[in-house]
């Protein structure tokens, strides 16, 4: 028992362990019917490296019928490469040119499907092995039904023998982010009724522990200079913030924010049970995720990328999560504090118990929020590569984890831009209770996709389409544009902040409608008929699989992307192991490949500690397989005993112990296999030695001549680029939300959605690089979390205006107030393209922008005198044209939070 609770602690699931015992049972079976009863060497090893190819390299999630698809994928790139590689094995430059094409082809492949990054090792080892070996074409059936055999064993095994149980690696933890936020968004509505702003210090600091700041809203004369910064994030925006945010300054434009009364407010339905197990790993998270991305950094979770290149599968030692800190939700801050006191609650007075309860509710959901947007994007960077697939179901998912980090940060941001804070719109609060309901509907289906009922979920969606609509035409009433207003700045935020809950409720029914669209798009994809499947017919024919993976690959075509270096590297590495083979002629130059294949890593320092631990754990295998070749002598029938002990060990050391470990035991495995049958050679043991080493060689002198610092010297370009693409997309969007219609909003969302990608691979490598990060993972976690910010704020403002244009109602682009909010968006954008001069030059980034209440008075102005109807009364675009101001607001608030994560991780660059 001792023995098994060690094996569970160091191979979680048992995963290597049930890949390893399936593959101790397929494989010496297949090797004996092959060489003892077909009396075909050939045969025999191509079905023994095929089993442990299709059984012990791969390892398929998701449904059973899934990994089948994806084991006879592999099953047929097999045949296919195998052909390929018997047939220009002669002469070398043919193989050689062959190898670096097939290589880059395979390793490149990865970029569209994490199926075919996990296959990567397996699928090379099916060209090298042939292309090493050359062999006549009249050994090429031979080669192919070997194969086949392996094939024809694999799928069964998988099936039958300790198959993995099911398991979604972001379908929970969306899951529960979803119900956590519904949970947030009805405490944050019962609490309007009872929600108002009060001085610095007077509330937040029992509850939140986080302290007190100044408000946002002017309290100085108005005759004081306009330039001052705004105030920290209140205290319920802190609890959840990202690493790294700072106090906020304020914009050229106001905008609108959440936060009010709701008198008379019904109460709102209780607690989800979900959360009663969250609030010790929220108030975690949110205290001081620095110290959790330090703690991570300590644990060396870079190892987590060998899983998908070494061809050992050493995959649990060196394959935990990438980090424990992931990019939280960037708070917002031009926030006053935020009383959980009633109305009639005196400031410094203690609120009466009933109302303490419902604030401390209110707390706990947002740390319980925090916790639950945390522990999605650990899943989701818990691997090397991008979770994803080429299916409708795996793309809508991960679609999921950056709306779902959106909504969150949403949630974080409570600013108000007066004192006191405007009056409850009970069309705002209503958006919030239906949305709540839309992503409780989207939990249940995502803990059953493949039977759960979208119809309710659509229902509620509907719902809250209309609400939003509605909410809409009643702001319209709302703005008070017939009054009049004073000139000084209390009057002209005060104008504007009429709209700050409807903003807010807009802008999270907008996340909301993106989640719901995307879990019911993963719902009917997944209960698609078999014939639809079979077909490869999308629920969602505008993001078709060819579409999607064509995508994904231009993408990373570009100079700047890590996926290529790393492809580029591992095919020229490949390339030069094959000319030395073959110029060297040693005898089994199969094993040189598999030396540059085990060791080559994304930087030369990975490559060399590789390099080193892959020679010591072959020449101590090597030591043992000499050794127990001694005691078996002549008795060679004890070779197939040992066999299958041997593949077990090989295929959980890597896992459990090390991947030295693994390396020591595969060689074992290689002494014994290719001894079966013959007098027991001690120089296969050094024959090993020497190749391994020859294909450690040439991994290490590729590593140093391409692109030695790996992913630390790219992430930075890679977040440079994708500031760049996304303050592009943010202005764009815009322009022709305003009545430009030549910004072509759609085609630089394309450009920053690319961008976001190849920054996605870059930190993922960046994480899985070993030894000590030269940027603070905390800093780098908030940077790329404020990508996805900034793009769906750009994602958001082309949704608020296509009905609107559609309908005629977007405006001619000529009032002061179009002028106003688009030259606020060409500001902030602005400023994100010098961040990402500073990002890629590694110098400080720019200071956060002030805002200029004259502007604001021109934007009021023009709103009471250009947008209005026949009556006095302000039209749709007019609440439009405020909420888009807003938007880039939003951006605008980012700012602080990252100029100082920008400043952390400046040693990074």
């Not at 009633?342 to 303490?356: E, L």
Request: glycine share 8%; with cysteine; charged share 15%.
């Amino acid at each position: 028992m001792c023995g098994v609770g060690w094996l569970r602690a160091h191979d979680p699931d048992l995963a290597a362990t049930r890949r390893a015992a399936r593959t101790a049972l397929v494989m010496p079976a297949l090797f004996a019917l092959c060489g003892q009863v077909f009396r075909s060497p050939t045969m025999a090893s191509f079905a023994a490296f095929g089993s442990f190819s299709m059984l012990l390299l791969v390892d398929f999630t998701g449904p059973m019928v899934e990994r089948l698809r994806a084991q006879a994928g592999l099953a047929a790139a097999w045949l296919v490469l195998i052909s390929v590689g018997t047939l220009v094995a002669r002469p070398l430059w043919l193989a050689v040119a062959v190898t670096v094409l097939v290589g880059f082809a395979v390793l490149f492949s990865g970029v569209v499907s994490s199926v075919l990054a996990g296959s990567a090792t397996a699928l090379l080892l099916g060209f090298v092995l042939p292309v090493a070996t050359p062999a006549p074409l009249s050994e090429l059936p031979a080669r192919l039904a070997g194969a086949g055999l392996a094939a024809a064993a694999a799928l069964p095994a998988v099936c039958l023998l300790w198959p993995r149980p099911v398991a979604d690696p972001l379908g929970t933890p969306a899951a529960r982010a979803c119900r956590t936020a519904a949970e947030d968004l009805r405490a944050d509505a019962s609490g309007l009724a009872g929600r108002v702003p009060v001085p610095p210090g007077a509330a937040g600091t029992d509850l939140g522990g986080s302290g007190s700041a100044a408000p946002d809203a002017p309290t100085s004369p108005p005759d004081e200079p306009a330039s001052t910064p705004d105030a920290p994030a209140s205290p319920r925006a802190s609890a959840a913030s990202a690493p790294g945010a700072s106090a906020s300054t304020a914009s050229d434009v106001p905008t609108s924010a959440s936060g009010a009364s709701a008198p008379g407010a019904p109460a709102s339905p209780a607690p989800d049970p979900a959360l009663e197990h969250a609030p010790a790993q929220g108030l975690d998270l949110a205290s001081d995720s620095a110290q959790a991305s330090d703690s991570a950094q300590a644990s060396d979770s870079a190892q987590a990328s060998d899983s998908a290149q070494a061809p050992t599968s050493d995959s649990a030692s060196d394959s935990a999560p990438a980090s424990d800190s992931p990019p939280a939700p960037i708070s917002t801050s031009d926030s006053a504090p935020v009383s959980d006191s009633a109305p009639d609650s005196t400031p410094g007075q203690a609120p009466p118990p009933a109302q303490a309860a419902d604030a401390a509710r209110r707390l706990f959901a947002a740390e319980c929020t925090a916790g639950a947007s945390a522990e999605l994007r650990a899943a989701f960077d818990a691997t090397p590569y991008r979770p994803t697939g080429l299916s409708a179901t795996s793309r809508a998912v991960v679609r999921l984890v950056d709306e779902l980090t959106w909504l969150c940060g949403i949630l974080a941001d409570r600013p108000f831009r007066t004192d006191p804070a405007p009056a409850c719109d009970p069309a705002a609060r209503t958006v919030r209770l239906l949305a709540a309901d839309v992503l409780d509907h989207a939990a249940d289906l995502l803990t059953d996709l493949c039977h759960g009922d979208t119809g309710p979920l659509c229902t509620a969606a509907d719902e809250l389409d209309a609400a939003l609509r509605g909410m809409e035409r009643s702001s319209t009433a709302r703005l008070p544009a017939d009054h009049p207003v004073g000139t000084c700045e209390a009057d002209v935020y005060g104008f504007l902040a009429v709209l700050d809950l409807s903003f807010r409720a807009q802008e999270l029914g907008f996340a909301v409608l993106q989640i719901a669209g995307n879990v019911r798009l993963a719902a009917a994809a997944e209960q698609r008929r078999w014939s639809d499947r079979l077909l490869g017919r999308d629920p969602d024919a505008s993001a078709a699989a060819l579409t999607s993976a064509r995508e994904r690959a231009v993408a990373h075509l570009g100079r700047g992307s890590v996926w290529l270096h790393n492809s580029l590297r591992g095919a020229v590495g490949l390339g030069i192991a094959v000319l030395l083979a073959g110029v060297t002629d040693v005898q089994h130059s199969f094993w040189v490949l598999l030396g540059t294949l085990s060791v080559l890593r994304s930087n030369a320092l990975n490559t060399g500690q590789k390099a080193l631990r892959a020679v010591a754990g072959t020449v101590v295998g090597s030591i043992l397989g000499a050794g127990l070749l001694h005691l078996i002598g002549h008795h060679g029938t004890a070779l197939w005993f040992v066999l299958p002990a041997a593949v077990l060990v090989a295929g959980i050391a890597p896992a459990a112990v090390s991947f030295a470990a693994g390396q020591a035991a595969f060689t074992v495995t290689l002494v014994v296999l290719f001894n079966i049958g013959h007098d027991p050679d001690f120089h296969i043991a050094l024959l090993r030695v020497q190749d391994i080493a020859l294909g450690c060689a040439v991994s290490i002198v590729v590593a140093l001549f391409f692109w030695p610092r790996g992913a630390a010297a790219a992430v930075h370009r890679a977040l440079a680029a994708a500031y760049t693409d996304s303050a592009g997309y943010l202005a764009d969007a815009v322009a022709h939300a305003l009545g430009h219609p030549a910004a072509a909003a759609d085609t630089a969302g394309r450009e920053a959605a690319a961008a976001a990608r190849r920054l996605d691979d870059a930190f993922r490598t960046f994480l899985a690089e070993r030894g000590a990060k030269p940027a603070s993972l905390a800093d780098m976690s908030t940077l790329v979390t404020g990508v996805v910010a900034l793009r769906l704020a750009a994602d958001a403002v082309v949704s608020l205006w296509r009905e609107a244009g559609a309908a005629g109602e977007r405006g001619d682009g000529q009032t002061e107030a179009h002028r106003a909010v688009l030259g606020a968006a060409d500001r902030v954008a602005g400023w994100y393209r010098s961040l990402a001069v500073c990002l890629d030059a590694g110098t400080a980034a720019p200071a956060p922008l002030h805002r200029r209440p004259e502007v604001a008075a021109r934007l009021v102005e023009s709103i009471r005198t250009d947008l209005v109807d026949g009556t006095g009364r302000a039209t749709g675009t007019a609440v439009r044209v405020i909420w888009t101001g807003d938007h880039v607001d939003v951006a605008r608030r980012l700012q602080p939070g990252l100029a100082t994560a920008a400043k952390g991780s400046a040693g990074g660059g």
